[in-house]
């Protein structure tokens, strides 16, 4: 079955405390692995998609890598206005759809 | 424009009320989807729209109807719905299957 796992579910940081947010999968036919910030009563806004393996990408403080089975978001030295949830969602071809983790709850103390 | 407009942003109803969402891009998309959200849980996907046809129904009640009247715009259109479907609807849309999907802010709807 297609699986999307994140963890952990809740991060409390203090601001410029570094850290990472992971995301597991067991998917077949992976066409893309996609971070999006959600803020409360708001959309999701896109941050990174990754297609493969070793696959790197880059935005102000946050760092997003794929492996063949996780992905990771690094963030460093992060900003209360980091607070939010992290999803993490993958793309499952022979389904056509998007498939979304639990999320991650992250809360950046000053 | 790369931005996914719905309207409204909140909507408190009675179960015996009909009611609609609204959604629009200018971006060019040709892949539209409603997804139904509650409170600290993830995103579901309902429907699918690819090319202004309905492509996938996540076995969405009936109370639910989907319509794309153009490449542009998505509705969905609500009747006699129960509390239990008071959540954050939001739509997206996307180049091609695959490809990031971009989220309008979403509807807040509560049905009492």
């Known amino acids: 079955e297609d699986q999307v796992t994140q963890s952990p579910e809740a991060l409390r940081l203090q601001e410029g405390e570094s850290s990472s947010l992971n995301c597991s999968y067991t998917?077949?036919?992976?066409?893309?692995l996609f971070w999006y910030r959600q803020d409360p009563g708001k959309g999701p806004e896109f941050l990174f998609t990754?297609?493969?393996a070793g696959e790197e990408k880059e935005k102000e403080r946050l760092k997003a890598t794929l492996t063949k089975k996780e992905s990771f978001l690094h963030i460093t030295a992060p900003k209360p206005e980091d607070s939010a949830t992290y999803l993490c969602?993958?793309?499952?071809?022979?389904?056509?759809?998007?498939?979304f983790g639990q999320g991650t709850r992250l809360t950046i103390n000053p | 424009d790369t931005e996914v407009t719905q309207t409204p942003k909140h909507l408190v109803m009675g179960m015996t009320n009909k009611k609609s969402l609204k959604c629009e891009q200018h971006?060019?998309?040709?892949?539209m989807y409603w997804y139904k959200q509650k409170a600290k849980k993830p995103p579901e996907l309902m429907f699918v729209?690819?090319?202004?046809?309905?492509?996938i129904n996540e076995s969405v009640p009936s109370r639910f109807s989907p319509e794309c009247p153009n490449s542009s715009l998505l509705n969905l259109h609500l009747h006699a719905l129960q509390p239990e479907d008071s959540a954050l609807y939001l739509c997206?849309?996307?180049?091609?299957?695959?490809?990031?999907?971009?989220f309008g802010s979403g509807t807040r709807l509560t049905v009492v």
């Open positions: 997206a849309s996307s180049q091609d299957a695959g490809v990031g999907y971009t």
């Open positions: 998917v077949s036919g992976l066409r893309g």
């Open positions: 990754l297609y493969s």
């Open positions: 969602a993958v793309y499952i071809q022979g389904a056509q759809k998007l498939v």
């Open positions: 971006m060019g998309h040709r892949a």
């Open positions: 729209y690819s090319y202004e046809k309905l492509s």
